[in-house]
């Protein structure tokens, strides 16, 4: 480590080396990730600094070019984050300093470490919710597509995983895409709720300048300022909580359609053949072809709830900024990563596995015809109870096993014979739609 912003002189004995890596943490590599956006930031935040008369236009426009320049090398990976830096914030105004001298020295003015960091955040955040509705729509529209394709091939459905009626796999492949289209427009709300730009709040008091924090914020694209500096501070983990939340939904929906898989394509079941390529084999067993892809997207969920359960278990705080909050950064990047990289996955795995129709139909008993019976007798006027029991009398002797029908009659809306596709694939496009205009 070099030097540090916040040392005031030769003579003052600081940290040593032991202490600053256990103060900087993971940062340095979790900042790789906040880099762009606080170059960004910075440059919004030296105009306003014009705006308010503290730099001159031609300034503020040096720094500016200087901060894409940074951009434009990092993403190109000619410059690092490297070792020399406490964090990302550091470094810029390091770099600054460095290529522009004094100049260099004034971007710090008018804000901390504290607005800075949270802008990044939020930032941040606002990105990954938006990769994360735009990945949840595209798995469902892969999802809708099957459905409409494979509308009409039975299969059973099951409560307690027993068999219990006829239904389809239409019906199975549109309830995951509704599910998937409910996490994009959550992702989304939250994207929103979370559209706030904390920067010029400084430390979480404000400053003595009229800084234009409104249109800062409008220049960073945030759809509004956080008005209150103490709120700006206090909302630090709580919306990485909220973020985290969104992402939980869609890797809850993405262990549940997990789960049907590994049971779908079991020997026992035999209802699905996976794509070979998220198959492997087994070190020993040289008959064995097993659906390893599949249990570890099961597994991801958990790695999610484990970074809510630590975003939770660091906001046991009082008002302000603590540096305890610095421990929300690594779950809610984590999470992010994790949750993204395996929902990548599921567009191809959803187009290419591959039904297996004759185990699908043989599954399904007369037995499993009985609740239609039963509603069909109600529907000639028999009071349903009595149908019920009527039915449940004949079980033995139940013969109609036409699964074709059952679809067809299933008429109720959402059901079967009656799968509204229409209202999830305009829902869906409204969200692309709004997710395009974002
Ligand atoms: N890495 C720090 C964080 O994430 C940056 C802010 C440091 N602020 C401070 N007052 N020490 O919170």
């Known amino acids: ?13 600081g940290a040593d080396q032991q202490i600053m890596d256990f103060l900087a ?45 940074y951009a434009a090398e990092f993403a190109a990976g000619e410059r690092e984050l490297g070792t020399g830096f406490e964090d990302c914030h550091s470094a810029i105004e390091a770099w600054l300093t460095e290529d522009l001298g004094d100049l260099g020295k004034k971007i710090h003015t008018g804000r901390s470490r504290n607005d800075q960091v949270a802008v990044a955040l939020r930032m ?37 995983l027993q068999r219990a009626m006829p239904s389809s796999a239409g019906m199975w492949l549109a309830g995951h895409a509704e599910s998937f289209i409910d996490d994009a427009d959550l992702a989304l709300m939250t994207r929103q709720w ?57 890797t809850l929906d993405l262990q549940r359609l997990a789960w049907d898989f590994s049971l779908f394509c079991t020997q026992e079941f035999g209802f699905v053949t996976l794509p070979e390529r998220f198959c492997t084999g087994s070190s020993i067993m040289p008959n064995k072809r097993n659906p390893d892809v599949v249990e570890l997207l099961r597994a991801v969920h958990a790695r999610v709830q484990g970074a809510q359960a630590e975003l939770q278990g660091a906001l046991s705080l009082s008002s302000g900024y603590h540096r305890d909050l610095q421990a929300t ?10 949750g993204m990289q395996a929902l990548d996955l599921l567009p191809g795995m959803l187009s290419d596995f591959h039904w297996n129709e004759d185990r699908l139909r043989a599954a399904l008993t007369p037995d499993m015809f009985a609740t239609d019976r039963a509603t069909t007798l109600a529907a000639e006027g028999l009071p349903f109870r009595e149908a019920y029991r009527q ?21 109720s809306p959402g059901a079967c014979g009656n799968l509204q596709l229409g209202l999830l694939r305009d829902r869906r496009e409204a969200l692309a739609q709004a997710l395009q205009g974002d």
């Open 124 to 160: 941040y955040m606002k990105d990954r919710l938006h990769a994360l509705a735009a990945q949840c729509l595209e798995i469902a529209g892969t999802l809708l597509e099957r459905a409409e394709r494979e509308r009409g091939l039975p299969m059973p459905g099951y409560t307690h």
């Open 1 to 13: 480590m070099g030097e540090f912003l916040w040392k005031k002189g030769q003579s003052e004995q």
């Open 391 to 411: 039915v449940a009398a004949e079980m033995g002797s139940l013969s109609n096993s036409d699964a074709a029908r059952s679809l067809a009659e299933r008429v």
């Open 329 to 338: 950064k690594a779950p809610l990047m984590r999470a992010f990563d994790a």
């Open 25 to 69: 943490g993971q940062d340095l590599l979790l900042d790789r990730e906040l880099l762009l956006f606080d170059l960004e930031a910075s440059a919004a935040h030296a105009r306003g600094l014009a705006a308010a008369g503290i730099l001159t236009n031609d300034e503020a426009d040096l720094l500016a070019t200087a901060l894409s320049r």
């Open 194 to 250: 979370l559209d706030a730009s904390p920067l010029g709040t400084a430390s979480g008091f404000g400053v003595n300048l009229a800084l234009p924090r409104e249109r800062v914020a409008e220049d960073l694209g945030f759809a509004r300022m956080v008005v209150n500096p103490q709120c700006a501070q206090n909302s630090r983990g709580k919306i990485e909580l909220q973020a985290v939340g969104a992402l939980a939904a869609a």
